[in-house]
């Protein structure tokens, strides 16, 4: 790999582009391909060949294929994945290193200047905005989870309307059923329709009767990772 | 922190080479059966030896390492493969019975 492919792919995976890194497995020049079709490297991609690289992008699909007498290794690098949690409290302290360990780049968010201190979450990404405020700039995508750990629906119902409007593949609430009833009326009257309330996990988190905040945190990852990546055993 | 995931990887690859060490790169091209790592899955290799990522369960790293260093040498990609039968020089395998290709080649 020659440095400035090696270096290009870097830079598209600090600035969250997904790109694809094509390799000629007879000469070994490399081409990196972005979503949009732009290439960078060493070869240009033929023109029929290009459109099944930007496909293996969306469809994040790695694998060789063959092109003519040509034999292609694509590799696709998407963005990583991103945890958004709302509330900088004692739970977030503990999902915040567990969600890194996953693989997850982690923002808090909390306009409490008090609990969202650089003291309780070292070098961590802290946004003292008010949750709809700061979901309309870090605009969730598809790789993107929410979670609202606050139990105040001044902050944590602002969220979930966030980002049930947004492609967000994992919208969590704290909560136990009760409130989650009484959250699901506030929102339906507040217009939010009935096919995104059903995509919210309250109570968030997988049940493995999770009780203290570090295992709470751990049934949260485990069933945002089950959102993602879905059962690899089906039950019978 | 132990991340696994490709961006952590090339991270440490690119600290390496900052530090002026040679790396290769070696990415899992094709697998089959119960391989542990999946296609796309990446190990960087130093020149010093040390490794980042992972191209299986821990079972053949060594001898990637080792042609990492062959790689390094000459300059030329090498093409490995893995599997419970195979009758390669070096005595490693997959336990699983699964088997795998993997593409090693330099970061000039």
Request: proline share 5%; with cysteine.
């Amino acid at each position: 790999m020659k440095g400035r492919v090696f270096d290009a792919l870097r830079t598209a995976l600090a600035e969250r582009r997904a790109v694809a890194l094509v390799t000629d497995l007879g000469s070994g020049l490399q081409t990196l391909v972005d979503i949009e079709g732009r290439q960078q490297g060493d070869a240009g991609l033929e023109d029929e060949f290009l459109p099944q690289v930007v496909d293996a992008i969306r469809a994040d699909r790695r694998g060789i294929v063959e092109f003519y007498d040509g034999r292609f290794f694509i590799n696709v690098f998407p963005p990583k994945n991103r945890l958004l949690i709302i509330g900088a409290v004692h739970l977030a302290q503990a999902l915040v290193p567990a969600a890194r360990l996953a693989g997850f780049d982690v923002v808090v968010i909390d306009p409490r200047a008090a609990f969202a201190t650089p003291d309780r979450f070292p070098d961590t990404d802290l946004v003292t905005e008010w949750p709809d405020e700061a979901l309309a700039t870090l605009k969730p995508d598809a790789r993107t989870a929410v979670v609202a750990l606050t139990h105040d629906p001044k902050f944590d119902d602002p969220a979930l309307i966030a980002s049930l409007a947004s492609d967000a593949f994992y919208v969590g609430v704290l909560g136990g059923r009760k409130n989650q009833a009484a959250r699901l009326q506030r929102l339906r009257a507040q217009g939010v329709a009935d096919d995104r309330l059903e995509r919210i996990h309250g109570p968030v988190g997988l049940d493995i009767g999770a009780v203290s905040p570090a295992e709470i945190a751990v049934s949260i990852l485990a069933d945002i990772i089950l959102c993602l990546r879905g059962h690899k055993w089906k039950a019978d | 922190m132990i991340r696994d995931d490709n961006e952590a990887i090339l991270t440490q690859a690119a600290g390496w080479r900052a530090d002026g060490i040679a790396v290769a790169l070696a990415h899992v091209i094709a697998t089959w059966g119960s391989a542990p790592r999946p296609v796309g899955s990446l190990m960087a290799v130093s020149a010093t030896g040390a490794m980042a990522g992972s191209v299986s369960g821990g079972c053949v790293e060594g001898a990637v390492a080792l042609e990492a260093a062959k790689v390094l040498s000459d300059g030329e990609p090498r093409f490995l493969s893995f599997g419970i039968s195979n009758e390669m020089a070096w005595e490693v395998g997959l336990a699983c019975g699964g088997k795998l290709e993997i593409y090693v080649e330099p970061i000039q």
